[in-house]
Structure formats: structure tokens, C-alpha cells
């Protein structure tokens, strides 16, 4: 199910939730500079530097669509394989890293 199919409610829902989620950092970035710097300008150049790391993958993203629109046409019939295969993946890294076998060098 995608965001588009959801009902006004389940989406008013996750819209609550993401700006819960996002205010929280935000204030966190403006609590943080507020106590490590002199200056409000230092504040605000930490503000916006948030800001252009969290919006900078959804504008990639957006220009690379509409090159990558053909490619996922192409691959959309392989789906079910790459997500059995990842599925896999997960599962096995996840016991790796719960029998601590999983080492790091």
C-alpha cells in the first residue's frame, strides 16, 4: 500500500507522526547550538545545515526519478526475487549480529 492509497485519516496520522519526529530534531539542532555557541548566527548556520542535509536526498531523488523511471519498469518483474534476497540478507545479518559472530576488523 502506498501513501497515495492510504485514507484521509491514515494519512493525516502519518503526517502527525513525521512532524512529531522532525520538530523533535529540529529542536534538538536549535538546543544544541543555543548551548555550544556564542553567537545566534552560529544557531542558525546549524539550523540550516540541518535543513540542507535532511532535504538534500528527496531533491536527489527527485531529479534522479525521472532517468530511473525506465529502469524500474525494466527490473519491476524481479521484484519478488530482490526482495526474498534482501529479506535473506537482513535476517542473516541480524543472527550474525545476535550470535556475535558478526566482526568488525
Given at each position: 500500500m502506498t501513501y497515495l492509497q492510504l485514507s484521509s485519516k491514515a494519512k493525516l496520522a502519518y503526517l502527525r507522526l513525521l512532524s512529531k519526529?522532525?520538530?523533535?530534531n529540529i529542536s534538538l539542532v536549535v538546543a544544541?547550538?543555543?548551548?555550544?555557541?556564542?553567537?545566534?548566527?552560529h544557531s542558525a548556520?546549524?539550523?540550516?545545515?540541518?535543513?540542507?542535509?535532511?532535504?538534500?536526498p528527496f531533491w536527489v531523488i527527485r531529479a534522479a526519478f525521472d532517468s530511473a523511471a525506465p529502469l524500474l519498469?525494466?527490473?519491476r518483474r524481479h521484484f519478488t526475487a530482490i526482495y526474498t534476497v534482501s529479506g535473506v540478507f537482513l535476517i542473516t545479518i541480524g543472527m550474525l549480529i545476535l550470535t556475535n559472530k558478526l566482526v568488525w576488523s
Open positions: 519526529i522532525v520538530m523533535a544544541l547550538g543555543a548551548r555550544s555557541s556564542e553567537t545566534a548566527w548556520s546549524l539550523l540550516a545545515n540541518y535543513s540542507l542535509e535532511l532535504g538534500t519498469k525494466r527490473i
